[in-house]
């Protein structure tokens, strides 16, 4: 089923990228000024991670769609997007995960109205097409929450888009449940040595420069402080920004903090 809704998302993207034509209102919405001056920006990469377990509750998937649409709709021309349902047990498993590039205009230097329209439609399609990365059914077979293993496929994403300016969103409850780490409850949380012998053992994914949001995971007892504290201190060695402010459990508004 995945695969052939992406054959459909490519065979659209690649029709329009010869038909259509757009509105002035269109072409401001991408990035476009008065006379057709471009406005550019760096290219981006947009990532987003999903955690679908039980664990999460269908406010909060719905909270995900909500702002995943709403961080859509500001990729321009160029700009990357990937998404991934977080694996449940480890890097064995086949992975949930898709990515795409926003069409790059006809011709870089002049503004069209037909891109305008290709934008629009592409991230109208890529809308439809996640919201299966937040439905709210059959998740009763979903066996664990592999964050870990999860994150090394998003330095995949990273790697493969060299140039953009990487951030990624996790809508998750940032508690890792697998055979060996199970942070529910503080079971099995890793020891104070852990992220040092892996990065020792050079076994930590390269997020280098990857700004991070996390959406969903509580911060409000001692229990969620300790899962925080260990987050804080792996994306720190991996190489990744993560700061206070873009950890939330449910805003109201897509985060826009940026790194620093």
């Given amino acids: 089923m995945v695969i052939r809704k992406l054959a459909a998302l490519g065979v659209a993207v690649s029709a329009l990228m010869v038909a259509g034509c757009g509105t002035q ?105 996640l919201v299966a990365f937040t439905d709210t059914m059959d998740r009763g077979s979903i066996d664990g929450t592999d964050i870990l293993s999860t994150l090394h496929d998003v330095s995949a994403d990273l790697r493969a888009a060299p140039g953009r300016q990487g951030t990624l969103y996790i809508f998750s409850d940032m508690l890792q449940s697998n055979r060996s780490i199970d942070m529910e409850g503080l079971r099995r949380m890793p020891d104070a040595g852990w992220v040092e012998r892996e990065q020792a053992n050079g076994t930590l994914p390269d997020l280098s420069g990857l700004c991070i949001y996390v959406v969903g995971a509580r911060v409000d007892t001692k229990q969620s402080q300790n899962v925080k504290n260990f987050w804080q201190e792996y994306f720190e060695v991996t190489g990744a920004v993560f700061e206070t402010r873009n950890d939330t459990l449910r805003p109201v508004d897509r985060p826009e903090h940026p790194c620093t």
């Fill in 25 to 129: 209102e269109g072409n401001a919405a991408a990035g476009e000024g008065e006379g057709g001056v471009l406005k550019r920006s760096p290219p981006q990469l947009v990532i987003f991670v999903y955690d679908r377990s039980t664990s999460i509750s269908h406010h909060q998937l719905e909270l995900a769609r909500q702002l995943t649409n709403a961080r859509i709709r500001k990729l321009d021309h160029g700009d990357r997007i990937a998404a991934h349902q977080l694996l449940q047990l480890s890097l064995e498993e086949p992975p949930q995960r898709w990515s795409e590039t926003v069409p790059q205009r006809q011709f870089a230097e002049q503004a069209m109205m037909r891109d305008s329209v290709t934008r629009a439609r592409f991230l109208r399609d890529a809308q439809d097409f």
